[in-house]
């Protein structure tokens, strides 16, 4: 029965930075329970926020400031003020920055936070998207780093960026109108939203022709019904470059878009025969008959797409391995097309003020610049991998302090006790949590943050923008923690730089937005801005460029499969395949003693990386890391279900419960990250996967950790007992309603509802009625002499008579096309050609079938001057804009009186008046 003293207010979830929309139960202040807002698409919840209320009262919550009272290593602390918290932090700043430099200094951020506010106010002046926080550089620190580092930035910035001009947070995956989406290396059943796991579980249900390829058979595959195609990990890039020369070989590639809009593709023909299916499936493992199929069918969809997120990152190539995938959908014509890689119109963001943002100081300056220098210039800041460097070793010089910002470096990068010995040299340290982490041990002073519930500041979602309400008061002294940010400004001589109130920061936020907080709230919390109507193919119309010119915003205008940017920085300019360094094939003198392939990474429902292991409603299903095996690998060990393992790298061995499964491909293992933390089970704080990985493995380009190439062996330490194969044997809970479907998606009987009949109809009744004696028995060529092409002759030119009366035209000026290209063709060219004399000024729109502007780009070349007229928020053409328009020398308007994607039916009688005012043909 429902408790009648709560009370339910609509909010966004603060349990994480996605901001998904929620009611929250509140009883006598305090959040007791929160559900799915229903009323708003971007309602939903995951499992892990169904525990927000365990997560916020959690025991291991911080409360207070507290210093340091034991040896570091320890997490000894007593409780002291803000006040002292600070004069504590500001004193030890100033004294490193008179002894060594304000280099000596750095911030490094993690998930925790990613805040919207805390990004956007803090991160490096000029950079595109940002977590890393600008709040030293002010103080002469050049040292801004963070989880950049080893998480999104290869994928969602610089992959796209060198190769297409575009980054994530300009793009999207069409899923809603794909014939085909290819989930590559990514599970969204455990996203923090599911919302794609709802867009991809949709469309199976309407018959969505989904793979899922992943060396797991994962609840995304298994959910949607998709096709699982095993791969071992770290060969990604292998196996796109293997579709590409399939595509290539057969000629399945978009020949007009490779030949006139792409840069290096003779290079990649050349590149990609190293990768015919045969050779490929030696180094990924995929049949060669399934990676032709798999060509073959990404060629032919009806639109088609990957669905991916970081999990190509983690190899030798993950860059390169990116690019492949994206070039291979960008040749076979899915580039900017419906179903396909979607490329944002612009205006669709709402604009946030983030004129506060502070330059880097010295970026030729930061940590690790001269080894990962694309990296540095994309983010302007350090690479966090350098901090290990200066600290142990002063190159290249030494890094003394560090405040830790929503982050936990013990327990996320590679080599756990390099990282260790780090940390345990700094002269002073700070960390900023909702709970101790293992960062902690090694701090002086520990400051407690709130949850995005005990906060006011706000959200954006694309064109929306809405209020985050503070839900209930903070617990404790806990402050938020762009405050806290804010706060250290002030007391080091720059609060002025950064607003210093919650209210005054979205004031400030929404400077220029056309917009003002009483505006936002008279509107019930949020607004939208009005989107510009979709135009595919951008390149095409010069709406990807900054300048307005047709082409991709790269140095060559290109979609550049041989990358300029990446040749200028010193790396390989093709998207080509790096065997892992540390793997089957480039080392098989490891192979003895490590046969298997290392994978770490995927997420459980229960914790997010090391958050949340001391939330026991959440731990009870996952008290234990476990690793993932192969049931045949782990017969031939004699492993079973739930025994007591140990996996071995070189670098180590780490224990877990050993869970056995079809759904991993042979040969590979999953192991669960995250262990190391103070809180939770015994087994999650001593059981920590980053003890096996090796700091000196990464990409090249990105600087990006390899956690999923890497060689190790399991071996068995004592076997489980019943409670635990019980428990590891139980399918783990999921959020949202699992959806299985039968099969894959391409089978079955699918109901149509077809809403296209402004681009092709069905053929009227009365027009097949009419055209069938011509289709069955008088069938004969209009231009033999036979009575049969008699016939068809006087069929012929009786429907020109008919036609020209309906148009009030003498018969011989109608002619007949092929089809409407044709015509479209025929009309504007010969017109254009006809009239030249008089003028050679065309006028048409940007939204006209490709028929006319492609015709009109072939008119320009021949020296005509064409005027594209813009539409408005209706899709329609204003007639002022075609008055403004019109020369003495205009011979033509060509506009299309209903567009056949939109729908929009042009104000053709006044358009038509204005033209015969000017003596142009319309």
């Known amino acids: 029965m429902a408790n009648k003293n709560i009370e339910w207010k609509s909010g966004i979830c603060g349990i994480c930075p996605a901001g998904c929309w929620i009611e929250a139960g509140i009883e006598n202040g305090k959040l007791v329970d929160i559900r799915a807002d229903k009323t708003h698409p971007l309602g939903m919840i995951c499992r892990r926020g169904e525990h927000a209320p365990e997560i916020i009262y959690s025991e291991h919550r911080l409360k207070y400031p507290m210093k340091r009272v034991g040896p570091k290593g320890t997490h000894k602390f007593e409780r002291i003020s803000w006040d002292e918290a600070y004069d504590i932090i500001v004193d030890n700043l100033n004294r490193i920055k008179e002894e060594s430099g304000p280099e000596a200094l750095s911030v490094y951020t993690g998930r925790g936070a990613f805040e919207l506010s805390l990004c956007d106010m803090y991160q490096p002046k000029g950079v595109a998207v940002s977590s890393a926080s600008s709040i030293l550089f002010p103080f002469g620190s050049p040292n801004t780093m963070g989880v950049g580092a080893l998480c999104y930035v290869s994928f969602a910035m610089i992959a796209p960026d060198v190769t297409l001009g575009r980054m994530l947070i300009n793009m999207y995956t069409d899923m809603e109108n794909a014939g085909m989406l290819v989930v590559w290396g990514a599970n969204p059943a455990t996203d923090s939203p599911p919302l794609d796991m709802y867009r991809l579980e949709a469309a199976a249900q309407r018959g969505c022709d989904i793979v899922v390829i992943d060396p797991r058979h994962t609840e995304t595959a298994k959910r949607t019904g998709a096709e699982w195609i095993p791969i071992r990990p770290g060969t990604d890039g292998a196996l796109a470059l293997s579709l590409i020369e399939v595509i290539i070989d057969e000629d399945l590639y978009d020949e007009p878009f490779v030949e006139n809009w792409t840069q290096g593709f003779d290079e990649l023909v050349t590149y990609t025969q190293h990768f015919r299916p045969e050779a490929a499936e030696k180094i990924t493992g ?200 804010a706060g250290l400004a002030q007391r080091l001589g720059y609060g002025h730089l950064y607003p210093q109130s919650e209210e005054e920061l979205i004031h400030f936020a929404l400077q220029g937005s056309g917009y003002s907080l009483e505006d936002i709230r008279a509107a019930g919390g949020r607004v939208k801005l009005p989107t510009p109507m979709m135009e595919y193919k951008k390149w095409e119309k010069g709406r990807l460029r900054a300048d307005g010119q047709p082409g991709f915003e790269t140095p060559s205008g290109k979609f550049e499969i041989w990358s300029s940017k990446l040749e200028e920085y010193g790396y390989e300019p093709l998207p080509k395949y790096t065997e892992p360094v540390e793997g089957p094939l480039a080392a098989p003198h490891l192979t003895g003693d490590y046969p298997l392939v290392f994978n770490s990474g995927a997420r459980p429902h229960t914790d997010f990386r090391s958050q949340h292991h001391g939330i026991k409603g959440l731990n009870k299903d996952n008290p234990e890391p476990t690793v993932e095996i192969n049931w045949e690998d782990a017969r031939e060990r004699g492993i079973k279900q739930g025994d007591l393992v140990e996996v071995r790298t070189p670098r180590g061995s780490v224990p877990f419960r050993a869970r056995i499964s079809q759904d991993i491909v042979r040969g590979a293992i999953e192991a669960n990250m995250g262990g190391g933390t103070p809180v939770g089970p015994k087994a999650w704080r001593e059981w920590n996967v980053n003890e096996l990985t090796d700091l000196g493995n990464y990409d090249e380009i990105s600087g990006f950790p390899v956690y999923k190439a890497l060689l190790c062996d399991v071996i068995k330490i004592e076997d489980g007992d019943a409670r635990v194969r019980s428990r590891l044997s139980r399918a783990e809970n999921v959020c949202g309603v699992p959806v299985t479907l039968n099969g894959n998606g391409r089978s079955g009987n699918k109901h149509r509802i077809y809403l296209d009949n402004n681009a092709t109809t069905a053929v009227d009744p009365r027009v097949r009625e009419a055209m069938l004696p011509y289709l069955e028995q008088m069938y004969g060529n209009p231009s033999s002499i036979h009575g049969t092409g008699r016939d068809a002759r006087e069929a012929v030119d009786r429907a020109r ?49 490709p028929a006319i502007l492609q015709s009109a780009a072939f008119l320009e070349r021949q020296g005509f001057d064409v005027s594209y007229l813009p539409v408005n928020d209706e899709g329609l053409v204003e007639p002022d804009s075609l008055q403004k328009a019109l020369r003495e020398d205009t011979l033509l308007v060509s506009v299309m009186m209903a567009n056949n994607e939109t729908g929009a039916i042009q104000p053709i009688k006044e358009l038509a008046r204005l033209a015969r005012e000017h003596g142009a043909r319309f």
């Open 286 to 485: 995929v049949p060669a008959e399934k990676i032709r199929d798999l060509a073959r069918r990404i060629a032919g969809a009806t639109g088609a797409a990957p669905v991916m997120y970081t999990g190509l990152e983690y190899s030798n190539s993950g860059i390169q391995a990116i690019r492949a995938v994206l070039t291979l959908f960008a040749i076979s014509g899915h580039l900017d097309t419906a179903g396909g890689i979607g490329l944002s119109m612009n205006g669709q963001h709402f604009p946030i003020n983030r004129s506060c943002n502070q330059e880097n100081p010295n970026l030729a300056r930061a940590a690790a610049r001269d080894k990962f220098p694309l990296y540095s210039d994309y983010r302007g800041e350090s690479h966090a991998s350098g901090l290990v460097d200066a600290v142990l070793h002063g190159e290249p010089y030494p890094i003394r302090g560090l405040i830790v910002h929503g982050a936990s470096l013990l327990t996320s990068w590679p080599q756990t006790s390099v990282w260790r010995e780090t940390l345990s040299k700094l002269d002073f340290m700070v960390t900023i949590d909702r709970q101790l982490t293992a960062d902690s041990a090694y701090a002086d002073i520990v400051l407690p943050a709130t949850t995005m519930f005990e906060i006011d500041s706000y959200m954006v979602y694309g064109p929306i923008f809405r209020l985050r309400e503070k839900l209930i008061e903070p617990v404790g002294e806990a402050r938020n923690d762009y405050l806290i940010m």
């Open 801 to 849: 008579r008919q036609i020209a009366r309906l148009i009030n035209a003498r018969p011989r000026r109608v002619i007949f096309t092929g089809g409407g290209s044709e015509a479209d063709n025929l009309a504007l060219k010969g017109a254009a050609f006809a009239l030249r004399n008089r003028g050679r000024h065309i006028i048409t729109t940007q939204i006209e079938h």
